[in-house]
């Protein structure tokens, strides 16, 4: 049977998880893409051929032509369009952060709970990447031994949205090394120290954040959302017998007059092509059996993530560290 799959919001995600559903995902089809920009809808529909344009993205998910929905839309309706897709019993893969608010990710953890299943599926797509599982088996095989620190580093060009602020790089930035340490570590957070130094004439500055684990590891995030000269991520786990790091996947190296040079990716969209394309053809699987992924990210995971980020911001303003306290984890996320 041919899912049919509506995408709400046609922006830089939107717009990338439409091209993978009607190019890149045999058995799905890109039944309506919807956005409040009517005419930013129409075209992203015209470049991947959706069956429909909407812009009422609550009508979309109880379409019944609609068999799933991806949530792409901006951060702060994640939380209710994800909790509109559990009461219609459509699937959805929400785009992170699940929300900025650990208290609006509980609601839908509480949703899913009184459902009995899981309905939503996080886009924490880098567990996709095989750096990071080629970290997290060399931990779990016993290679490195007992881990000690993770580094990571995450650079873009420039602010990636309208309306960009420093708490942002916590907040949706850092989400993605927040979800892939605990993913690789297999461990909890206990408490996030950050700090900022001044940014570049006027411009979201980098955040240097400090996370202390349940099992005393420390996970080291440095987010530079104005990076300049290109899309870096770098990650490098410490263990007691040795360390391993991230190679940054580029596909070739330029040799001419007397230089040898590789090039960096302009943003995500392209370092994470594959991890996306794994993470969405996964989540279709999970559309078509009910079975949720054995990598993937859950409600659960979301709520853990903006549970660090949302102590990470009053660490910022703060100048302190903040302390991280979770509510007990429902039997649904065992
Ligand atoms: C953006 O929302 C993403 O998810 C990208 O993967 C990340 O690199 C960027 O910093 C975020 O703003």
């Known amino acids: 049977m041919t899912i049919r799959i509506a995408v709400i919001g046609t922006g830089v995600m939107g717009a990338d998880h ?21 005419e ?25 032509d609609v068999d799933a929905v991806v ?20 699937p959805a893969l929400c785009e992170k952060p699940l929300s900025q608010s650990s208290q609006e990710c509980l609601e839908v953890i509480r949703a899913e709970v009184a459902a009995g299943r899981r309905w939503v599926q996080l886009g924490f797509m880098r567990r996709y990447d095989r750096s990071y599982a080629e970290m997290k088996a060399a931990l779990s095989d016993g290679t490195l031994g007992r881990a000690i620190m993770m580094h990571n580093l995450h650079r873009n060009v420039e602010t990636p949205a309208q309306g960009f602020t420093a708490d942002m790089a916590i ?56 990076a300049a000269y290109g899309y870096d991520v770098r990650g490098e786990l410490v263990g007691e017998k040795g360390a391993i790091s ?44 009910g079975e949720f992924p054995a ?6 995971d979301g709520y853990c993530s903006s549970l660090v980020a949302e102590a990470g911001v009053k660490a910022l303003a703060e100048g302190r560290k903040v302390t991280v306290k979770m509510v007990a984890r429902p039997a649904l996320y065992a």
């Open 71 to 90: 949530i792409a839309s901006p951060d702060f309706t994640h939380a209710s369009l994800s909790l509109a897709c559990i009461r219609a019993g459509k």
């Open 18 to 38: 439409a091209r993978i559903v009607a190019y890149d995902l045999p058995g799905a089809k890109l039944q309506v893409v919807c956005d409040m920009n009517v």
């Open 171 to 226: 907040t949706n930035s850092a989400p993605h090394e927040f979800d892939v340490a605990r993913f690789v570590l297999g461990t909890e957070y206990a408490a996030i120290s950050a700090f900022s130094p001044a940014g570049a004439d006027g411009k979201v500055g980098p955040v240097f954040m400090v996370v202390e684990t349940t099992r005393a590891e420390l996970v080291t995030i440095e987010i530079n959302n104005n």
């Open 295 to 300: 990598i993937a990210a859950s409600a659960w």
């Open 40 to 64: 930013r809808a129409k075209s992203v529909a015209e470049k991947t051929g959706a069956a429909d344009v909407a812009t009422d993205a609550e009508a979309v998910i109880t379409r019944p």
């Open 246 to 289: 991230m190679v940054d996947p580029v596909a070739s190296r330029l040799d001419l007059g007397l230089r040898s040079t590789t090039a960096y990716a302009a943003d995500w969209r392209k370092r994470y092509a594959e991890a996306y394309r794994l993470q969405d053809k996964a989540w279709l699987r999970f559309v078509e059996t």
